[in-house]
Nanobody, 122 residues
Framework: QVQLVESGGDLVQPGGSLRLSCTAS????????MGWYRQTPGNQRELVAE??????TNYADFVKGRFTISRDNIKKLYLQMTSLEPRDTAKYYC?????????????????WGQGTQVTVSS
């Protein structure tokens, strides 16, 4: 199992910046990719950005040029957010995908943190 703990959410003014962190523990060597998702009440969770174990990144169109995802060793994931807008207000969740091989079967798992609240408001 993989445990994920997010931090860094806060209230920030429009145009401001924030950095979210996610710390992974447990079976971290089984992680294949990590990412950030966000969710607002009544809406589905949506992908913000993701990064593979090889460092390939993928961003949602609505954050391109404003947010940057990065990993610092195998345990830490970050989301640097700049030029924040009120529409970025949401609960942000850290996500990790892991893989376990018990020959001949490959098991794939998805893990979630508890989320951290980001509120953009003046």
């Amino acid at each position: 199992q993989v445990q994920l703990v997010e931090s860094g959410g806060d209230l920030v003014q429009p145009g401001g910046s924030l950095r979210l962190s996610c710390t992974a523990s447990g079976s971290i060597f089984s992680i294949t990719s990590m990412g950030w998702y966000r969710q607002t009440p009544g809406n589905q969770r949506e992908l913000v950005a993701e990064i593979s174990s090889g460092g390939t990144t993928n961003y949602a169109d609505f954050v391109k040029g404003r947010f940057t995802i990065s990993r610092d060793n195998i345990k830490k994931l970050y989301l640097q957010m700049t030029s924040l807008e009120p529409r970025d207000t949401a609960k942000y969740y850290c996500n990790a995908r892991s893989k376990e091989v018990v020959a001949p079967t490959v098991y794939e798992y998805t893990h979630w943190g508890q989320g951290t609240q980001v509120t953009v408001s003046s």
